[in-house]
C-alpha cells in the first residue's frame, strides 16, 4: 500500500506559539503551504493558514 511518505509528504515546517506574526506569514510563503503547525515547546496548539490571516488583515482594514 502506498504510505505517506511515499506520496511526498514533507516533514512539516512549524513555527512557535511566540513568533511574531510576520516570522509565521513568512513561513507560510517561502515554504508555500496553505497552513503551519503551531507549537509550545514539542505540543502541538494550533494551526495557522492563510485564511487566519486575510480574516486577520481583513478585520484590521476595516478598524476591527
Known amino acids: 500500500s502506498l504510505r505517506a511518505l511515499q506520496a511526498g509528504a514533507r516533514i512539516p515546517v512549524t513555527v512557535a506559539v511566540d513568533a511574531p506574526l510576520t516570522q509565521a506569514i513568512g513561513v507560510l510563503l517561502d515554504q508555500n503551504v496553505n497552513?503551519?503547525?503551531v507549537l509550545?515547546?514539542?505540543q502541538l496548539v494550533g494551526m495557522l493558514s492563510r485564511s487566519d490571516v486575510l480574516r486577520l488583515a481583513a478585520r484590521m482594514a476595516a478598524g476591527g
Open 35 to 37: 497552513a503551519v503547525p
Open 40 to 42: 509550545r515547546g514539542a
